[in-house]
């Protein structure tokens, strides 16, 4: 069900602000703390725009969403041409061992965007799922996003 495909090494650009380092985060612009989660953010960002050629000016990073009264946040967005949604990523911590608790986090924001494709990664396995309808599609790698159109 996992895939087992490698993302590439993220040149990231770090600084210490304080006693905490930072990472500059590839979308917004700007140094956030460099906690494990947001390394696997960075590396997925580089992943998507490096090796899958998803354009950065597509891609919104911790996007606030409504679902149920409540609000949260996605970890990366990526639209298509059209601005509609075309990926949704959820990220964790290498620590964090991927269950149902995560998979569910990922299909509760995928009512509210349905996102055509979904990934949940924890920067060492990814579940990347090909959404069609009311059936899923797990998928070994995540396609191109020329492939995707």
Not at 24 to 53: G, N, S, W
Not at 66 to 91: G, H, S, W, Y
Not at 97 to 124: F, V
Not at 141 to 148: G, Q, T
């Amino acid at each position: 069900m996992f895939a087992l495909f490698t993302m590439p090494a993220c040149p990231f650009k770090t600084k210490k602000e304080g006693d905490q380092l930072q990472v500059l985060d590839l979308i917004r612009k700007t140094y956030v703390a460099f906690t494990p989660e947001e390394m696997v953010r960075q590396r997925v960002l580089y992943f998507l725009i490096k090796r899958k050629q998803f354009m950065p000016g597509l891609i919104e990073v911790e996007k606030q969403i409504e679902l149920f009264n409540t609000t949260k946040r996605v970890d990366i967005l990526a639209r298509d041409k059209n601005m509609q949604p075309l990926l949704l990523v959820e990220c964790k911590a290498p620590s964090v061992n991927l269950s149902q608790k995560e998979a569910n986090q990922l299909a509760r924001y995928q009512l509210s965007l349905k996102a055509p494709y979904s990934m949940l990664t924890n920067g060492m396995f990814h579940l990347v799922v090909k959404n069609e309808g009311n059936k899923i599609r797990f998928l070994e790698n995540l396609p191109d996003f020329n492939e995707i159109k």
